[in-house]
């Protein structure tokens, strides 16, 4: 007995050591990273809102969409990386196909998400308008995101760091920190330079055919992306639940003033706890480590994890209160029920995250490519009615 709780305790003490030392500062990074995008859509939210409400019925799939595709192609590569089956580099032939995969895998959801935005919002002059701007955004946004998610799983994989605890949640919030600057860009530039945002979208088409021609996938490669248009084609629909309550409930989240702000940190950061479990699990299931149902090392991961969100709760809501003053010039304090509540929504992601994978696998779908875009899926709709719940208490 007093030898298990021996090793019990060094596993514990091991793992808050791997988590401060890797998972952490990553996860602290996309925090910031976070709030970056949400500076943007804290100072344009009332021009989103009234201007082009289809994009709040868009937005939550979309920053989730990166995080789907992205986080997804960073599980493989992961994966590919402990098998052996990748080189250790940028230039790598599995970089630069699964770069252009990604793109094209993500125009799918995109134009779903943007009917669901025109039948739900009903406008459908500012929906073309919409339509180009997002489209055009993410060929750009997913050709920088493809050699953002390489470098985030070689880079820590040199340095034997698991890529498994820092890419899923720095590819995730570099979707969302991305995805918000580009957005207003697009946005701006139509209103202010057209001719610059026409030409930008014609370049945008002759890349997309270009790739189209030049991109020659083998049998195996052509099953990945029926296996992965059929979840991100599913979970697009599935998202647009997230972005209806946003539309639906902007006015109170405007009116809390900091949620306004802090909303795609909610997201992101939920996101990444879920991303690393499943993550960390899909490569445990790869190596033939998990049998069955509960698996010790995963439930432990899972226990330091929720632990270090009471820290993340708490800068999080500090970052926010300083984000609102630099960029709305407004004053707020502290959420006491964001702090006490968010480590509660890290902990259903975590654990959902964990059995995804095991159920994915069972289910003979590869984990690396549905677990992560799915949780980030099911995160976004958690966040969102989280985030709606407590802005609903403070106003």
Not at 292 to 310: E, Q, R
Request: charged share 15%; with cysteine; net charge neutral.
């Amino acid at each position: 007995m007093r030898n298990l709780q021996v090793v019990l305790g060094r596993n514990l003490s091991e793992r808050f050591r791997d988590a401060w030392m890797g998972a952490i500062p990553a996860l602290v990074t996309c925090l910031f990273m976070d709030f970056f995008a949400g500076a943007f859509l804290g100072r344009f939210f009332e021009k989103i809102m009234l201007s082009y409400p289809i994009i709040f019925v868009i937005l939550p799939g979309l920053m989730g969409l990166r995080g789907n595709i992205f986080g997804a192609m960073a599980s493989r590569f992961t994966t590919m990386l402990h098998l052996g089956e990748m080189e250790p580099h940028l230039k790598d032939r599995n970089v630069v196909k699964n770069i252009f995969l990604s793109i094209l895998l993500s125009l799918l959801p995109v134009l779903i998400l943007w009917f669901v935005g025109v039948l739900k919002v009903q406008e459908t002059t500012s929906g073309i308008v919409v339509l180009l701007i997002v489209v055009t955004s993410t060929i750009f946004v997913s050709l920088i995101m493809g050699y953002a998610t390489a470098a985030a799983t070689v880079i820590p994989f040199k340095k034997g760091i698991d890529p498994d605890t820092v890419a899923a949640p720095l590819v995730t919030s570099a979707g969302d920190l991305v995805t918000m600057p580009f957005l207003v860009l697009f946005i701006l530039l139509y209103e202010e330079f057209p001719l610059i945002f026409d030409s930008l979208v014609i370049v945008g088409i002759v890349f997309l055919i270009f790739m189209l021609f030049v991109l020659k996938l083998k049998k195996e490669e052509k099953r990945m992306v029926r296996e992965i248009l059929g979840v991100i084609g599913g979970l697009a629909l599935l998202s647009s639940v997230s972005g209806g309550l946003l539309e639906a409930y902007s006015e109170v989240i405007y009116a809390s003033v900091i949620f306004s702000v802090m909303y795609p940190a909610i997201l992101g950061t939920a996101g990444n706890y879920g991303s690393i479990i499943g993550a960390k699990t899909s490569t445990k299931l790869h190596l033939g480590e998990i049998e069955g149902l509960f698996n010790k090392d995963s439930l432990l991961d899972i226990f330091v994890y929720f632990i270090t969100s009471f820290f993340i709760a708490f800068l999080m809501n500090l970052v926010g209160i300083l984000v609102v003053r630099l960029s709305l010039g407004k004053d707020v304090g502290l959420v006491f029920p964001f702090i006490a509540f968010y480590p509660l929504l890290v902990l259903i992601n975590m654990f959902i995250g964990y059995f995804l994978a095991i159920s994915f696998d069972k289910l003979g779908l590869d984990p690396d490519n549905a677990t992560v875009p799915t949780i980030t899926t099911l995160a976004d709709i958690f966040s969102t009615l989280f985030t709606v719940g407590v802005a609903h208490l403070i106003v």
